[in-house]
Nanobody
Framework: QVQLVESGGGLVQAGGSLTLSCAASGNIFKINTMGWYRQTPGEQRELVAA???????NYADSVKGRFTISRTNAKNTVYLQMNSLKPEDTAIYYC?????????????WGQGTQVTVSS
């Protein structure tokens, strides 16, 4: 089993910044992709940003230029720096990781962290 623990959510005013962190633990052989998704009530979970082990990144159009994803492979940790936050960024943010553990592959989710942006 691979566990993901997120931190860094909270309440911020529009235009402000927050940094989310997510650390993976377990008997991990390799993490290929780590990413952040978000979900609001009644909506599907959507990709915010993802990063591969080679640091190739992918962003939702709505966050390009404002959010930056990064990771520290040695610590199995991924970060999401969120700048110029807007009320529409309000959501529960979930960390995701995909990779290999001995004998098989895995895909795991964190428990989610609330981000609230006030206008």
């Amino acid at each position: 089993q691979v566990q993901l623990v997120e931190s860094g959510g909270g309440l911020v005013q529009a235009g402000g910044s927050l940094t989310l962190s997510c650390a993976a633990s377990g008997n991990i052989f390799k993490i290929n992709t780590m990413g952040w998704y978000r979900q609001t009530p009644g909506e599907q979970r959507e990709l915010v940003a993802a990063i591969t082990s080679d640091a190739v990144t992918n962003y939702a159009d709505s966050v390009k230029g404002r959010f930056t994803i990064s990771r520290t492979n040695a610590k199995n940790t991924v970060y999401l720096q969120m700048n110029s936050l807007k009320p529409e960024d309000t959501a529960i943010y979930y960390c995701n990781a995909e990779g290999r553990i001995p004998g098989t592959t895995f895909r795991s989710w964190g428990q989610g962290t609330q981000v609230t942006v006030s206008s």
